[in-house]
């Protein structure tokens, strides 16, 4: 029998848990004093976990918990609060040596923040080991952190737009490489050429929290040139893409499980009628599908399809030598070899799911066909001429017609809001402020996160957060007051306080809000007792 923490022995403890607070209905935030205390709790939880206990997110000063159920999370909240550490040993066997040129655009202003010349900044980098703290940003990013504080400086005053794949660099007290393009805030100090993220690896990842890591000064660096992938065959049963705008993707329900390597979960925004479009076609429930945004997409049946629409609704016709018909939203459809179906923008709401008996197959990472619009996982937008195969059908039969759930037209849509973990940063009247006020979703929202504007919420607090663990639905509150709901794509660590998280329940609600909706929040039971 499996021992978990609240039953295990207990050794002689040096370590404790700070603090514990609530993040919705399904996390739990342990704070901690120092990260070799990180690593430890999530050595700890990761050997013997809690029942109903589902992932942990270490970060910098803190570990995510993230639980099954409302019922699980209380437990888990009540048991870390009791909970012992034993001192962190590092066990693990796995060392990565990484070949780094020191040529960074930045090497000069480091050695002038550490009061040392850049040959000591090199020898100081190269010198001691490095242990992955935690990972987050994008997928193989790892905060490495030091023996010693030498190489402690600022992260620029003004972040990068585009910082190149294999920099190798500095902020705070931890250094990183990128693993691919991205915007960004550290100062470079170097390159390399060695790929911390690889789908085609078994471990994509090649460092993971607790991993060990020495770099190694080179002069240059081998280039290593990744295979180009053989096309798919166009042939076999399919759909030919006619039309479509750039927010289509491919989505099945994700990839839970991997924000210990820094990968969300991401999948379709609309869950529940994901589900729905493949009941009505016969398909297991997270076959991948297409995720549409605004309408704006023609497809050509290669053989004789099954197709169902569901989400928000929106005008199918169908379209063959014999004229045109409109088909039914929430019903299954044949769509016979050679016709072609044209989807309208939606009447209300704004994703649509058109599933096809068998499910489209699309290259798998990490166990779904998912596209990760933050993470650069999984396939890109679908493209005009794009041929997408489907899977032999399922044995199950279709489904009958369903009734579809209203989605948001010109009214108010209502969230309700669990407790967050840093509403303590906040003006005692911010909750007030949050919940007494219609919000308005704005043009830059995204699978990301959803942007809000309104009256801004007052912070008393004005220091830098640092990273925490984030799930979908976070109400994370950056300096300018206006709040951002994170959605499927989100990070899975973030820096500026949550002062809620939006309830599981109202998550396929809130990827129906078009730009320019309107938000009113309202507090769920589980925060009213919190605060109370």
Not at 263 to 271: H, K
Not at 275 to 304: F, H, K, W, Y
Request: charged share 20%; proline share 9%; hydrophobic share 40%.
């Amino acid at each position: 029998m499996t021992s978990t923490p609240e039953t295990q022995p207990h050794l002689h403890n040096e370590s404790r848990v700070r603090s514990v607070r609530a993040v919705g209905e399904r996390g739990v935030l342990a704070e901690l004093a120092a990260p070799h205390d990180v690593l430890a709790l999530t050595d700890l939880l990761n050997r013997n976990p809690f029942s109903g206990q589902r992932e942990v997110v270490p970060a910098a000063e803190t570990v995510l918990v993230t639980a099954e159920s409302p019922t699980a999370m209380l437990r888990i909240k009540k048991g870390l609060q009791h909970l012992s550490i034993p001192p962190y040993r590092h066990t693990s066997d796995k060392l990565v040596e990484i070949e780094t040129v020191y040529d960074g655009e930045d090497l000069e202003v480091v050695a002038e923040l550490a009061g040392i010349s850049p040959e000591a900044v090199v020898a100081a980098h190269t010198g001691q080991l490095w242990t992955v703290a935690f990972t987050g940003f994008v997928p193989g990013f790892g905060y490495m952190v030091g023996e010693n504080d030498v190489l402690t400086v600022p992260r620029r005053d003004t972040p990068r737009t585009n910082v190149e794949a294999g920099s190798v660099a500095l902020g705070g007290s931890y250094t990183g490489v990128y693993p691919r393009q991205t915007p960004g805030g550290w100062q470079i100090i170097g390159h390399t050429s060695c790929p911390m993220w690889d789908s085609e690896r078994t471990e994509p990842a090649l460092v993971s929290p607790g991993t060990s890591v020495r770099y190694k000064a080179v002069r240059d660096i081998a280039q290593v040139t990744k295979s180009v992938p053989v096309p798919r065959k166009v042939d076999g049963p399919g759909l030919k893409v006619l039309r479509s705008l750039p927010l289509t993707l491919i989505q099945d329900l994700g990839r839970p499980g991997h924000a210990a390597i820094g990968v969300s979960r991401c999948g379709a925004l609309d869950q529940g009628s994901l589900r729905r479009a493949n009941r009505l076609v016969g398909n297991p429930s997270g076959a991948a599908a297409m995720e549409i945004v605004d309408g704006g997409l023609t497809v050509q049946a290669v053989g004789d399809q099954i197709v169902a629409l569901a989400g928000a609704p929106a005008r199918m016709q169908i379209t063959s030598v014999n004229g045109s018909r409109d088909a039914d939203v929430a019903c299954p459809v044949a769509l016979m070899d050679g016709e072609t179906l044209v989807l309208s923008p939606p009447t209300t709401g704004v994703r649509s799911y058109l599933a096809v008996r068998g499910g489209i197959e699309a290259e798998e990472v990490l166990g779904s066909r998912s596209a990760d619009t933050m993470g650069g996982l999984g396939p890109e937008p679908l493209a005009v001429g794009q041929f997408l195969p489907v899977a032999p059908a399922p044995r199950t039969a279709v489904g009958e017609p369903e009734q579809q759930p209203d989605f948001p037209a010109d009214e108010v849509s209502e969230l309700e809001l669990g407790p967050g973990p840093r509403a303590d940063w906040f003006a005692s009247d911010a909750l007030q402020a949050l919940f007494n006020q219609d919000w308005t979703v704005t043009n830059d929202s995204n699978r990301i996160g959803m942007r809000l504007s309104g009256t801004p919420l007052e912070r008393i607090r004005h220091d830098e957060l640092p990273s925490e663990g984030t799930i979908c639905g976070v109400v994370q509150v950056p300096p300018t007051g206006h709040p951002v709901v994170f959605l499927s794509d989100h990070p899975v660590t973030g820096g500026y306080p949550v002062i809620a998280v939006v309830a599981p329940k109202d998550l396929d609600k809130a990827a129906q809000i078009a730009a320019g909706g309107r938000v009113r929040f309202k507090p769920s039971p589980l925060m009213t007792e919190s605060t109370s």
